[in-house]
């Protein structure tokens, strides 16, 4: 019987390297779009920090 410290050998090695990539990659994916929407979301809220508050002078 093998103990659980042992790494795996053997071609289940390169599958798993693989998917770590491809999850890795898929996740990074996911953030950039979330940053994005977010991005585009709080651009057109009112009182944001990063604009000048509108003056309203009315005659």
């Keep these: 019987m093998t103990r659980r410290t042992t790494p ?12 770590l990539k491809a ?7 996911r953030r950039k779009a979330q940053a994005r929407a ?3 979301a709080d651009c057109g809220k009112t009182g944001d920090a990063t604009q000048a508050p509108e003056k309203n002078e009315s005659s």
């Design 8 to 19: 795996p050998k053997g071609p289940a090695q390169g599958t798993r390297k693989d998917r």
């Design 38 to 40: 977010r991005a585009t």
């Design 23 to 29: 999850a890795l990659k898929a996740n990074m994916a």
